[in-house]
C-alpha cells in the first residue's frame, strides 16, 4: 500500500478526490499531527504517475501553510493586495491562519480574482440583488 501524508486536511481531501477521478480507492486516516491517504499497491504506472506528481504539487502548498502556521518568527501575519481602480496598491491585514485555511482551498489566482472583485464591488456600489442585475441583463440582450 502507498501513503501519501498531509499536514492540512483540505489538502489530503484534494489528493483523495484526484485519486477517486482515477479510479483509485482510498482510505484517509487522521493521525495525531497529519492525515494519511492510503492507496492499494495495484495501480497502474501511469496513475501511479500522475498520483506522484499531484502529492508534490500538494506537498509544496502543504509546506508553505505548515510553515506559515508555525513560524518561529516575532512578527506574524498575512495581507492581501488590492489594486484599486485608479492604479493605486493598499494591503489588507488579516489574520494568518485565516489566509492559511483559504490558501488550503483556492490558489492564489483564485483568491486573488475573489479580492478584486470585491474591491469593485467596494469601489462601484450597486444595491440591486444579482437576480435583478441578471433580469436587467437579459432586458438589454433582447
Sequence with gaps: MYEYVFFHKQLAQ???AKAKSLGVSTQLNQEELSWEV????????DVDDKLSDYYD???DEDQELYEIEHSETEFQGAA???TLKNGEKTY????QKIMGKI????????LNILINDIAT???????????????EDEVKSV
Excluded at 121 to 135: Q, S, W
Design 38 to 45: 492510503i492507496l492499494p499497491e495495484d495501480i497502474s504506472e
Design 57 to 59: 504539487e500538494l506537498f
Design 121 to 135: 464591488a467596494v469601489e462601484n456600489p450597486n444595491d440591486k440583488t444579482l437576480c435583478e442585475r441578471r433580469r
Design 103 to 110: 490558501l488550503s482551498v483556492l490558489t492564489f489566482d483564485e
Design 14 to 16: 484534494k489528493f483523495e
Design 92 to 95: 489588507a491585514e488579516t489574520d
Design 80 to 82: 492581501i493586495e488590492i
